[in-house]
Nanobody
Framework: QEQLVESGGGSVQAGGSLRLSCAGSGRPFSAYGLAWFRQVPGKERDYVASISWRGDSTYYSDSARGRFIISRDNTKNLAYLKMNRLTPEDTAVYYC??????????????WGQGTQVTVSS
């Protein structure tokens, strides 16, 4: 069973940046695709970005493309989401998940506990 732990969330003003980290343990981290999702209260979990197991293919939602960068370091069992030009609409709990590179949350078997990102105007 894999364990994922997100970190790096916090409060930032609009236009600022944050880098989220996702640390994996318990099964070969490098063997699986990984994604970031986000969720606000009362809404479904939304896809943000995903990356292939080797890190050579990346995918983004329309809202993330051009502002966010997903990456991974399999030697350290870490993945990252660098978020730039943040807006209040980016405020959410951000989750990492492994097992696929799709946009469907149901395709992912393992999830972290989430990290809160709050962007103030």
């Amino acid at each position: 069973q894999e364990q994922l732990v997100e970190s790096g969330g916090g409060s930032v003003q609009a236009g600022g940046s944050l880098r989220l980290s996702c640390a994996g343990s318990g099964r070969p981290f490098s063997a699986y695709g990984l994604a970031w999702f986000r969720q606000v209260p009362g809404k479904e979990r939304d896809y943000v970005a995903s990356i292939s197991w080797r890190g050579d293919s990346t995918y983004y939602s329309d809202s993330a493309r051009g502002r966010f960068i997903i990456s991974r370091d399999n030697t350290k069992n870490l993945a990252y989401l660098k978020m730039n030009r943040l807006t209040p609409e980016d405020t959410a709990v951000y989750y990492c998940a492994t097992g696929a590179v799709t946009q469907r949350a149901a395709d992912y078997a393992y999830w972290g506990q989430g990290t809160q990102v709050t962007v103030s105007s």
